[in-house]
């Protein structure tokens, strides 16, 4: 009888911690939102895209990819047990002098705009920055 006990108490001890860290995840963030919109949000530059069309921001048109290689790469690092592939990279040199425009608000903000098209055979697409800083106050 006592060993039952035991068991019943260890099981609602573990659902009772299950339950606890279920709820401490949910209410939990790792960003800490300000509820502010974006300067590219704002009434100045939405009537200046008014006057702008979307068209004439740069748009860059990435690489369509190989996927029949890629599928052929895939089965063979199965047969070497090796890690699912999540996605394929490819190195871009976009940065703020060579790409997009820059858009000079009434206010004296400036506010840089780029828009990417994704390869036509592309499943989704990530962005990744080597160099991202945002100044504190902007």
Known sequence: MKKSRLL?????FA???SLLL???NNYSNAQISTHENPTSFSPLI????KMLSQNKIQ????QDIDSAKLAKEDLERDK???PFRFG???PVNINLSNAGNWDNLTNGTRVWRLR???ATNARATGLIYNKFYIPKGT
């Open 8 to 12: 019943f108490l260890k099981f609602r």
């Open 59 to 62: 748009l860059i048109q990435l």
């Open 46 to 49: 939405q009537s200046k895209e």
């Open 80 to 82: 070497m047990n090796l």
């Open 22 to 24: 279920f709820l401490i």
């Open 15 to 17: 659902s009772g911690l």
């Open 116 to 118: 990417i098209r994704t």
């Open 88 to 90: 394929f990279t490819f």
